[in-house]
């Protein structure tokens, strides 16, 4: 009788700590068909581009995140994340499975989540404030991607809300021998904070962030310049109206000092947008927002137009559309997408229009979470 009840015993503790562990398998697929006009051959011809894509929506991804509660409140948690293509099942990043998120740590629901490993840099905050939601074309797309970057070797702290307030803050090292980075790593050190206030009307969020160049450590023209390696400072701001939110955001990249720089590469962007979407119907919401870039040193301005929407047939699965076009002054090819710096060349990869010239498109697509 007694291994009978001391057999039980054990098998209920079994179940208790099996029921204080969780792990969920999630994931996003985005699917589409887009068109657009206004790319170049490299050669200064105008070309237009029919294609399967995806991800303009959102990022397919997919990824594994738990917890185990150590007691106190406190819990052990991991996330893994990475991204990959809905059209050809290839990963996001060669190489990489977890190319998102990869990420262990404790959480307390007193102080907040300490986490290590790579995250989404800090930059990322913006999607909060993006009508689009950093869409393909959207609020990465005149900064050239600068805030879609990820942020490997890193230490992140996310508080509580503490009378509406809250703080994020990441600290991503180099590992290299020279603190800032010599070359030696494939990443220079890079760090941020985020202050975000929420009410039920509004919410404010503050970034601040720097991405030092993997070669050198500084914060200069070199490697891509604003686009790559600066500081970065962010203001944004949402505003709930009953079925209306209205959101608007100011950048201010700066590099610090300059290198030899040709004209027409610029060493600070001042970049800002503004939107509203309307929620229709429960199931539908219209989008409109005006995505505005400035260069210094030559490198001109460009102003994106854009409306669109989507509209849910469930809670997981939703229709999407966007029709977009970009305006470019003389002496800048900002394209739709977030491409590199340089001349446009669709057939290398690069959908940077001439200069001086727009460039316009439309995607529509699905996307379904699991």
Do not use: C
Not at 125 to 144: H, K, M
Not at 177 to 186: A, I, K, L, Y
Not at 289 to 314: F, L
């Amino acid at each position: 009788m007694k291994k009978v009840l001391l057999a039980a015993a054990l098998m209920s503790a079994g179940v208790i700590a099996h029921a204080q562990s969780s792990v969920t398998l999630y994931g996003r697929l985005d699917a589409g068909l887009e068109y657009m006009s206004g790319l170049t051959n490299g050669s200064g011809g105008h070309l237009s581009r029919w294609r399967a894509e995806s991800g303009d929506w959102g990022t397919s991804l997919w990824g594994l995140k738990g917890a185990e509660d150590l007691g106190g409140g406190t819990k052990a948690v991991f996330q893994l994340e990475g991204a990959f293509n809905t059209m050809t099942g290839s990963l996001g990043a060669a190489g990489s499975i977890w190319d998102r998120w990869a990420t262990v740590g404790f959480s307390n629901v007193n102080y907040g989540t300490f986490l290590l490993g790579r995250e989404l840099a800090i930059a990322n905050g913006v999607w909060d404030f993006d009508p689009f939601g950093q869409s393909n074309w959207s609020s990465a797309s005149l900064v050239r991607g600068r805030n879609w970057n990820k942020s490997s070797n890193n230490l992140s702290y996310q508080s509580p809300k503490w009378n509406g307030f809250d703080v994020y803050t990441q600290y991503g090292l180099s590992n290299a021998t020279s603190w800032n980075g010599n070359g030696s790593t494939s990443q220079g050190r890079n760090a941020g904070v985020q202050v975000t206030y929420t009410t039920s009307l509004f919410q404010l969020r503050g970034i601040y962030d720097e991405m030092r160049n993997k070669n050198t450590g500084g914060l200069n023209d070199g490697d891509g310049g604003p686009f790559v390696n600066s500081r970065e400072y962010t203001a944004g701001a949402n505003v709930f109206l009953g079925a209306f939110k209205i959101q608007a955001a100011y950048q201010a990249i700066r590099t610090a000092g300059s290198r030899n720089v040709a004209p027409g590469t610029p060493t600070t962007l001042d970049h800002e947008w503004a939107g509203v979407t309307w929620q229709a119907t429960p199931a539908a919401a219209a989008i409109a927002a005006v995505y505005h870039v400035n260069g210094n040193n030559g490198a001109g301005n460009a102003t994106i137009y854009t409306i669109g929407g989507t509209y849910n047939i469930s809670k997981r699965t939703l229709f999407d559309l966007q029709i977009a076009t970009v305006r470019n002054s003389k002496s800048a090819n900002f394209g739709l997408e977030a491409n590199a710096a340089g001349a446009g060349n669709a057939g290398a990869g690069n959908d940077n229009p001439v200069p001086g010239h727009s460039q316009s498109g439309v995607y529509a697509g699905i996307q379904h979470t699991f």
